[in-house]
């Protein structure tokens, strides 16, 4: 148990639906991030939260929508996914950015 | 070409076993992480190192930080299957976090 939940543990969606992935931390941290790790590739970052602020997106295609309404939450909206986008994403807490992250048990996405 | 190259990509070795992972950068690094992650869970910290040649130890693991702050090794002594995992390094680049491939290690019993 790291103190970072993520819900749902595994989700499968058609490439027409809408669905969001949650994380909440209850570390007491300021910045949040959402990863995609894929199979046989290194995780890649694609947003970054500090102090409820978007910092960082990677170019990440807008059918990817995060949002953060407090410190303690963070939410990926999901939209038009394509069979690519299946992959395990993570999200992970820290005091400060670039400072030891703190993991979640990531949510199994599968795009059919 | 990645920021962070680990190596190797892959080892299987025996329990009992000493190994030797690597994390390489041409890249300088104010710190560097090191995390462990096992099939179908998030990577879990281990260590992070930030002095120059500092050498860090968690029980059987040893961390050390490269004196030019570019690169990291991780040394398992008598290694147990309870070793097997993912073993990621991490750090922050020009507000970017990166992460290496990973060593995939498998300890057999």
């Known amino acids: 148990e790291t103190g970072v939940t993520q819900t749902p543990r595994h989700l499968v969606m058609g490439m027409t639906n809408k669905k969001s992935l949650k994380c909440e931390q209850h570390?007491?941290?300021?910045?949040m991030y959402w990863y995609k790790q894929s199979a046989k590739k290194p995780l890649e970052l694609m947003f970054v939260y500090n102090f409820k602020e978007q910092t960082e997106n990677n170019s990440v295609p807008s059918r990817f929508s995060p949002e953060c309404p407090n410190s303690s939450h963070l939410f990926l909206h999901l939209h038009t996914l394509q069979p690519e986008d299946s992959a395990l994403y993570l999200c992970?807490?820290?005091?400060?950015?670039?400072?030891?992250?703190?993991f979640g048990p990531g949510t199994r996405l599968t795009v059919t | 070409t990645q920021l962070l190259e680990q190596s190797p990509q892959f080892l299987s070795i025996q329990e009992g076993e000493n190994l030797t992972v690597y994390c390489n950068s041409s890249?300088?690094?104010?710190?560097l992480q090191w995390y462990r992650q096992e099939p179908g869970e998030g990577p879990v910290l281990l260590v992070t190192?930030?002095?120059?040649?500092e050498v860090k130890k968690l029980k059987r693991l040893t961390f050390q930080f490269g004196d030019a702050r570019k690169d990291s090794s991780l040394h398992i002594t008598a290694a147990q299957p309870g070793d097997t995992g993912l073993y990621l390094c991490a750090g922050a680049f020009n507000n970017d976090m990166r992460f290496g491939a990973g060593t995939r290690l498998t300890v057999k019993p």
């Open positions: 890249s300088v690094f104010s710190s």
């Open positions: 190192v930030v002095t120059g040649g």
């Open positions: 570390l007491g941290h300021n910045a």
């Open positions: 992970a807490s820290s005091q400060g950015f670039g400072r030891e992250q703190y």
